[in-house]
């Protein structure tokens, strides 16, 4: 990825006097917008491309995302927070277009979505709305200011529950169990029928459970908020023998960002992962009791799932992103771990 250094006062005066639509040329500066800007990965995403000289649009609705979540970022020159919701048809393509008639955009990286599998099993429409009409609006106004190249947060979701052996990309029929991972599904289909039609490139990121700072969801955000109100006791959703494959949020930016650069399809999809089998629910549990209140007892449901539409056992197998040369700093164990007191920290307990 070429790295554009900015021009501060041209770009400044670019945010105040919005220019006419115009075609990107070779050596001008571009824009990346970055959609779920205001959460856990988006914010990191942002700030990434933005350190790196990129003027950058942040969309986000600020749903299960905060302005926190973008503090030093909002003031910044580089970066442009759009409050927009991306299921509005409308709104996006407004928004859109406005953003791409001041500095063109060169790239999407739509990391909005709704994170909450289990509030999408309550309510399917929250999956529809926040994941799939959310992609369908920003390829439509990729496709209509010519925007040629998406990358898409997807999920390991997508393969439903494939029992224990490590889960490679070319499996099927691929069968998701949540509504969550049906429209991560279905958002996969209608960026591989756009790529088949207008879309120059798309990358395809299949995120196992990722860890780390900001929070705003996971089990280990629920059990520190969990010990918080009861300090003495953590109850914990099913068995604790649910074991997932964890991926701290600095590796995983680093996986996205190496295949932008290093892979080479026009539609690429990629498992992110540590490559080990993950850890069980009851390492997270004990580790955090051990950060956040020493002694306190751990009381255990008996379901094998913490709740319907959770897949209890996945592993990765890694070998794709592997083979081009990527390797993760942590594995699942040292990635709870080190996110374990990053989420004790930032929810005050130290
Ligand atoms: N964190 C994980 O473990 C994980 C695992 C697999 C896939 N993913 C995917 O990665 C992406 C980022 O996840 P995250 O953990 O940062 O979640 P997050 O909830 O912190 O971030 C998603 C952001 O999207 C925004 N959003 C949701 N619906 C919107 C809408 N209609 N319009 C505008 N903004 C909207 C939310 O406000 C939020 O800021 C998501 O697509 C998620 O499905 C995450």
């Given at each position: 990825m070429e790295v554009v250094i900015a021009q501060s006062e041209r770009l400044k005066a670019q945010k105040l006097a919005p220019t006419k639509k115009r075609q990107i040329g070779l050596g001008e500066p571009h824009a990346i917008l970055v959609s779920g800007a205001a959460g856990f990965v988006g914010s990191k995403l942002a700030r990434l491309f933005v350190d790196r000289g990129y003027p950058v649009?942040?969309?986000?609705?600020?749903?299960?995302?905060?302005?926190?979540?973008?503090?030093?970022?909002?003031?910044?020159?580089?970066?442009?927070?759009?409050k927009v919701d991306l299921?509005?048809?409308?709104?996006?393509?407004?928004?859109?277009?406005?953003?791409?008639?001041?500095?063109?955009?060169?790239?999407?990286?739509?990391?909005?979505?709704?994170?909450?599998?289990a509030a999408g099993i309550a309510d399917a429409s929250v999956d529809l709305r926040d994941t799939f009409l959310s992609t369908f609006n920003v390829l439509n106004a990729m496709k209509e200011a010519g925007v040629p190249f998406l990358a898409f947060a997807s999920s390991s979701a997508v393969y439903g529950d494939l029992g224990e052996a490590p889960i490679r990309e070319d499996v099927?029929?691929?069968?998701?169990?949540?509504?969550?991972?049906?429209?991560?599904?279905a958002s996969e289909a209608l960026i591989s029928a756009a790529v088949e039609n207008w879309l120059a490139r798309a990358l395809l990121f299949r995120f196992p459970n990722v860890i780390g700072v900001p929070a705003t969801h996971g089990v280990?955000?629920?059990?520190v908020r969990k010990l918080r109100i009861t300090p003495n006791k953590l109850n914990v959703l099913g068995s604790g023998r649910q074991q997932k494959a964890y991926l701290h949020v600095n590796d995983l930016i680093d996986a996205i960002v190496y295949l932008r650069a290093n892979a080479s399809e026009r539609l690429g999809y990629y498992n992110i992962g540590p490559g080990d089998n993950g850890v069980t629910v009851s390492f997270i549990a004990e580790t955090t009791v051990g950060a956040v209140a020493p002694g306190a007892g751990i009381e255990y449901g008996v379901e094998d799932r913490g709740?319907?539409?959770?897949?209890?056992?996945?592993?990765?197998?890694?070998?794709?992103?592997?083979?081009?040369?990527?390797?993760?700093?942590?594995g699942s164990a040292d990635a709870v771990r080190k996110a374990v007191g990053e989420i004790v920290r930032q929810e005050g307990h130290l």
């Open positions: 649009f942040g969309f986000d609705d600020l749903s299960r995302g905060s302005r926190q979540n973008l503090s030093g970022l909002l003031t910044h020159e580089r970066f442009i927070f759009e299921s509005d048809a409308g709104a996006v393509r407004s928004r859109f277009m406005d953003c791409h008639s001041r500095i063109p955009i060169s790239e999407v990286w739509h990391m909005a979505a709704n994170s909450d599998i099927g029929p691929l069968l998701p169990v949540s509504n969550y991972g049906a429209m991560k599904l280990i955000l629920d059990f709740w319907t539409g959770d897949v209890p056992r996945f592993s990765y197998d890694i070998a794709k992103i592997s083979a081009l040369g990527w390797r993760p700093q942590l």
